[in-house]
């Protein structure tokens, strides 16, 4: 049974399911709750704490939903010696993440201009299933995507030196090893570089509705009235062919290591084993797909308000990673601990003052990106000390599907998804007429209540409130 | 059930019940099942053939390595597949020809983003009547 332990926590003890090593913690208020009991959202969250080696708990964000294996919306920190690392806690789209771009003009300045704009944008970024990108690379050019990431865009032309510090990890994890990437990996991402694909990717021409917190925002480079340009993609199909890789992999690890899991898609091996070692590699060669991916996307995104606005300064406010695993510093039991902190579909929410941010963002904290569903608002949070003591710096990662896409078909046609967005006056242009239907507002929660809860519970706060002007889906 | 598949409602993604009176009936249908969330099936021609070979510890991890496969050829190669004769089956192996032709996206009609196919609530059943299968796909 799940037990509310205040306003904004539920936690799920280890007499809930055998097996379970740690208990489980839901960040919820009572509404979101309901709607997270609805799926299997919280067998998943104690399915998780049975892993070997976990520390802390295994926990939920508001906008959990149901997932394979862990949750969307999941965090899980394991022990370095004793834990389990899982491809699966990571998710099939390895750094899938969000970018939010700040643009020199205010509302007024673009509104007669929108049109063109998001029609530019569209010609531009190739969306939609299996588009190819807009550079040609060769296997071995690959391979230096793999381990430069963004480095790698902006050594190419893609972007400018200061957009690096702007970025999650400054556009490249270290660890990667693409040798460890199979062929077929590379197979599926080879053309797929700086494209936005489809789904729930999407990129939206916002303004800066409200601000919270000034001090915060004019660090960051935002204001209200303010053009900013959010994006969310990630590694594409060579992600996608990591993880599934990697699943059969530790599959195959598990009997080598005795170990068992409650769900398949759980499977996981050994941290300090070498499949363990191997995959955290090629993880980390995906993520910097990614954030090379979400790099040239930028650099388009650019060069399209270049030529309808004159101007294509657009700046990098912040990129997040939300499906990744890190080893990183916290507190755990009172000491200073190394752990491999799972986030499938969170965000990293580091406070102000934290080693890793860059100089220009340590003042403040750093900026969590939170898009919600078309047509509704997003948010910039900043992260907190709150995180760092009970989410190993982690916080929500969007607004959580509520709704089928099945569901959400034979709820509401494409036409009349397009006439309530034109009588919001948002501009919508989609790859195909099923792919926006199914992306529907309300076929997500309220993204203000979920990011109420994460202010209310503290592990990041309210910065500013972005609303859609124009949305481009793949 | 249409053409021996459902597909059924997950939270954010999608699934596939498929059913055959055979093992071989079933990979195949599984298989139509997939492409037609991909991609507009009518719009496909058969022009094209590729042998597919794959082996696997079990006979539910042979069936999503099979759907994987046919994600790959079409996300990999830009193979679009329409129909499928499978050769040889048992618990580990498989042997397939797969029909179909090269992705032109002027033509070719495209839905979905398929990431991959997962373990999620697995099965790959006999019965009375035959086989069932369901599997879930990260969309």
Known sequence: ?474 | MRAGYTILEHPSDLGIEARGRTLPELFQRAATALCSIIVELETVRVREQREVVITASDREQLFVRWLTEILYLYDGTGFVCKDFRVESLSSTNLKATVLGEALRPSIHSRLLDVKAVTYHQLSVRQHDEGWVARVFLDI
């Open chain 1, 1 to 474: 049974m799940v037990k509310k332990i205040d306003q904004y926590r539920f936690v799920i003890p280890k007499t809930y399911k055998p097996g379970m090593n740690v208990e489980g913690l839901i960040y919820a208020d009572d509404e979101l709750i309901k709607q997270i009991e609805r799926d299997q959202t919280k067998d998943q969250v104690a399915n998780v704490a049975t892993l070997r080696g976990l520390v802390g708990r295994s926990l939920a964000m508001p906008d959990a939903h149901q997932g394979y294996g862990f949750c969307i919306g999941g965090v899980a920190a394991a022990d370095l010696e004793e834990g389990v690392v899982s491809a699966g806690g990571v998710g099939f789209d390895i750094n899938c993440g969000v970018r939010l771009l700040a643009a020199p003009f205010a509302v007024d300045d673009v509104r007669g201009k929108l049109d063109q704009l998001l029609n530019q944008l569209f010609r531009d970024i190739p969306c939609g299933t299996g588009r190819k990108g807009p550079v040609e690379i060769s296997r071995s050019e690959l391979d230096l995507v793999l381990k430069d990431g963004a480095r790698w865009a902006v050594r190419n032309g893609h972007g400018k030196e200061p957009d690096l510090n702007r970025i999650e990890d400054y556009g490249a994890l270290p660890e990667a090893e693409p040798a460890f990437v199979s062929e077929r990996a590379k197979d599926r991402g080879q053309y797929q570089l700086g494209t936005l694909g489809s789904g729930n990717h999407f990129l939206e021409i916002q303004a800066v509705d409200e601000v919270f917190e000034p001090g915060v925002a004019g660090t960051f480079g935002i204001q209200k009235g303010q053009v900013v340009v959010l994006m969310h993609s990630g590694s594409r199909g060579l992600g996608h062919q990591v993880c599934t890789d990697f699943l059969d992999l530790m599959q195959a690890g598990m009997k080598k290591y005795g170990l068992s899991v409650i769900d398949r898609q759980l499977a996981c091996v050994p941290i300090s084993s070498r499949e363990g070692g191997s995959y955290l590699g090629a993880m980390a060669a995906a993520a910097n797909f990614a954030f090379a991916n979400r790099q040239m996307m930028t650099h388009r995104a650019r060069e399209a308000f270049r030529r309808v606005l004159g101007s294509g300064d657009l700046r990098i406010v912040y990129d997040v990673c939300h499906n990744i695993a890190k080893i990183e510093t916290h507190e755990v039991d009172g000491t200073l601990k190394r752990v491999l902190v799972h986030r499938k579909g969170a965000t990293r929410s580091f406070p102000a003052g934290h080693p890793v941010l860059p100089e220009e963002l340590r003042g403040a904290g750093q900026p969590v990106l939170i898009p919600g569903s078309m047509g509704t608002s997003s948010y910039v949070l900043v992260g907190t000390e709150q995180a760092m003591k009970e989410t190993f710096g982690s916080s929500c990662h969007g607004a959580g599907r509520a709704m089928s896409r099945t569901q959400a078909r034979r709820e509401t046609t494409a036409d009349e998804l397009l006439s309530e967005m034109k009588e919001k006056g948002i501009l919508v242009r989609g790859e195909t007429r099923s792919g926006l239907v199914e992306e529907k507002p309300d076929a997500y929660k309220d993204v203000s209540r979920v990011v109420d809860v994460v202010q209310g519970a503290g592990i990041a706060r309210k910065v500013a409130k972005l609303v859609p002007l124009a949305v481009m889906k793949g």
